[in-house]
């Protein structure tokens, strides 16, 4: 039994299948993958097309129940001391830069993903929500528990450097006043 997307055969469909989907797609690994598992639309060849279908299928995981059930790590007390979130000052009805940075001296990452949950009446907007490197492609949808999923990867297994590693652009839009936490939770860092 093979679940499409579950390239690693782990039991989760999150960014360790994108990783070793790209490494099928270029060619640079000789790890035996699931390859059929990375054949998402079933031509017989892993593409391009198929990265960006397993993407999707990532993103839409809360929504799908056929697909392999969520993964649930970063919830120990040792996430924050590798991905911190920055704190933003916003009044309603502006517009400002969500950071995440990967803490000093990590080993390297070419990958993550994560929920994030914003304070009533902030939300993601498309423009300027980028990856601090010109290398890594975002990609965030929002869940149907009002959560975003949130997912950060390079198409040629570039590594994440020390530092702000992604930009979110943030708007707030009936937000009350006042002091207010936004939270990841269920990171994957591959």
Not at 50 to 69: E, G
Not at 102 to 127: H, M, N
Not at 140 to 148: F, K, P, Q, S, V
Request: hydrophobic share 40%; proline share 2%.
């Amino acid at each position: 039994d093979i679940v499409m997307g579950d390239i690693n055969e782990d039991g989760y469909i999150d960014v360790a299948d994108l990783a070793a989907q790209v490494r099928l797609i270029l060619g640079t690994d000789n790890i035996n993958w699931i390859a059929y598992a990375g054949d998402m639309d079933e031509s017989g060849e892993i593409e391009v097309n198929d990265y960006v279908a397993l993407v999707n299928t990532a993103l839409r995981q809360y929504q799908t129940s056929y697909l392999a059930h969520e993964r649930a790590l970063g919830l120990g007390g040792d996430v924050p001391s590798i991905l911190q979130l920055s704190s933003l000052v916003i009044d309603d009805g502006e517009e400002g830069d969500l950071c995440l940075s990967l803490s000093k001296d990590s080993i390297p990452y070419t990958a993550l993903q994560f929920d994030l949950t914003l304070p009533a009446g902030v939300s993601i907007v498309d423009e300027g929500t980028e990856a601090a490197s010109r290398k890594h492609n975002v990609w965030y949808e929002m869940n149907t528990d009002g959560t975003y999923r949130v997912m950060c990867a390079s198409m040629s297994n570039a590594v994440f450097a020390d530092g702000d590693i992604l930009r979110l652009r943030v708007k707030a839009d009936g937000a009350k006043q006042g002091i207010h936490e936004a939270r990841i939770d269920n990171v994957v860092l591959s």
